[in-house]
């Protein structure tokens, strides 16, 4: 192989050079982690804390380096490589407001473009450049000003999570044991932002053109195929890039590694109709990360549709009015997102007396209902705009068939489809995420919502997430050995 850097920044210019492939076996990976935090501040926050899930620090900063520290050792464990990994690490005031927050990001700082014989020049995230040939490329460059412009990763932290005006009362969970709560899981978090800035992520394409960034591909893209165009990423016009960034459940990853690993994922959970028979076909939904789970077989209720209530931010926003909790009680009301957090809608819901809630899409894709709300009792269960449309469909169309006391009415269970496997195409290869319309720094760089068992790298951090990388958890290390990991 042949390098060349190209940085992140504008001020550093493209500078030419040459190694040779080491090819011996390489040892487990090391992490070093580097505050860029001042005095008082992130790390050094002095504020004294309770020892908490199996983390025994005594202040808020010692217990955000424990984490770190922690989950770096976890990937230092799955990865190999003979160059240590340096992290810039520092806690920011991130965007936020009440009830959504920017948790954090992480990138590779350094890319590197590498040639191999066969392949065009590629672009590379330095930590993966630096295990393939056995050095590391920055050493011995200037510092762009920054004073972490030598570092392979780049990650920042929001530091006001959980304070009034950010995410209220959701701060950053700081165990190492996953029993967050309601509180989001730091350990997970970070997982997953590392995941990114060691390679899971398209480089150098703009998703929202399809035209390179840098002028020329990553490595990600050749393993990004599209069953619509039979294609992958690599062989595409920027035209047929951007709409395949935006085509949902059609974009797989076709990496061998995925590809033998993917039998991990669960049978296709779908919703059929029960009643009247073939009202409605065979129906792909995702399960929410909320309440309790919906069970692969067994009856889900009678459908109900409710109706619009005047003042509300969306369908199932506000307590349900006499005419909705009528419509609802004892039934699954299905209820089209927008407007308000699932587990309100699903809250609503209940205290109405539903005995289950369909989430319908407001647009094109999948999505898997997120929140959290330990007072939810009931299951909910997202599915497409289109399929929510058909469900609505006929429970109209069933009406007619009851009786005068009873109108007809649509009763589904849940099944599960085991010739499909859930997250994977017809071929079984795992799918990226692309809803439409795009979603910027999420579509494409992440497994798809489909999936079962939640994957990692998800655009969500789920609840019942584990620190475990490989099957039959997960499938991030596979796909990074596809990469060149």
């Known amino acids: 192989m042949q390098m060349k850097p190209i940085s992140r920044t504008a001020a550093r210019s493209l500078i030419a050079a040459a190694a040779a492939l080491t090819c011996l076996a390489a040892e487990a990976a090391t992490i070093k982690i580097q505050s860029r935090d001042p005095a008082g501040y992130g790390f ?8 908490v899930g199996g983390n025994m620090g005594t202040t808020l900063g010692e217990q955000r380096m424990n984490v770190y520290r922690y989950v770096a050792d976890v990937w230092g464990r799955n990865l190999q490589s003979d160059v240590e990994i340096t992290v810039s690490a520092g806690w920011e005031n991130l965007a936020c407001t009440s009830t959504s927050a ?6 590779a700082w350094n890319i590197w473009i590498l040639t191999e014989p066969g392949q065009p020049d590629t672009l590379y995230p330095q930590a993966l450049a630096n295990k393939l040939l056995g050095e590391n490329l920055s050493e011995g460059q200037p510092d762009d000003g920054s004073g972490y412009g030598n570092v392979d990763i780049k990650t920042q932290f929001n530091a006001r999570l959980g304070q009034p005006g950010c995410l209220d009362g959701s701060p ?8 967050n709560g309601d509180e989001v899981d730091f350990a997970a978090t970070l997982m997953h932002e590392l995941g990114h800035g060691l390679g899971f992520s398209v480089l150098g394409v703009n998703t929202g053109t399809g035209g390179y960034y840098y002028g020329y591909p990553s490595i ?9 165009a039979k294609k992958t990423w690599l062989e595409m016009t920027p035209a047929e890039r951007k709409a395949s960034a935006i085509n949902p459940l059609q974009l797989a990853w076709n990496g061998p590694n995925v590809r033998a690993a993917a039998g991990m994922l669960a049978p296709m959970p779908v919703v059929k109709s029960t009643s009247p028979a073939g009202a409605v076909p065979l129906i792909d939904y995702s399960p ?63 205290d109405a007396g539903a005995v289950g809630v369909i989430l319908a899409n407001n647009v094109a894709g999948s999505f898997a209902p997120g929140g959290a709300d330990s007072s939810i009792r009931i299951p909910s269960v997202g599915v497409t705009q289109a399929d929510g449309e058909q469900l609505k469909a006929a429970v ?18 849940f099944s599960v489809d085991p010739s499909r496997r859930a997250g994977a195409d017809l071929a079984g290869r795992p799918l990226l995420y692309t809803p439409n319309p795009l979603v910027g720094g999420s579509s494409v760089s992440h497994f798809d919502v489909t999936a079962v068992p ?5 655009p969500s ?25």
């Open 288 to 350: 929410s990360v909320f309440g309790p789970a919906a069970p692969s077989n067994g009856k889900l209720g009678a459908l109900a549709l409710i109706a619009n209530q005047a003042g509300e931010l969306g369908h199932g926003c506000s307590p349900f009015n006499a005419a909705n909790a009528a419509a609802a009680k004892g039934r699954v009301p299905i209820i089209s997102r927008g407007g308000c957090n699932f587990t309100q809608k699903v809250k609503n819901a209940q």
């Open 454 to 458: 939640n994957l990692l790298m998800e």
């Open 461 to 485: 951090i789920n609840d019942d997430l584990t620190l475990e990388v490989v099957p039959p958890k997960d499938l991030t290390l596979p796909l990074l050995k596809d990469l060149g990991w």
């Open 172 to 179: 950053f969970y700081l165990g190492l044991d996953g029993n």
């Open 220 to 228: 990600w893209e050749r393993f990004m195929y599209d069953n619509t």
């Open 44 to 51: 050094n926050d002095p504020t004294p804390v309770k020892p």
């Open 102 to 107: 920017t948790l954090g990001s992480a990138g």
């Open 396 to 413: 109209n169309a069933a009406k007619p068939f009851g009786s005068r006391a009873q109108p007809g009415q649509v009763t589904a269970s």
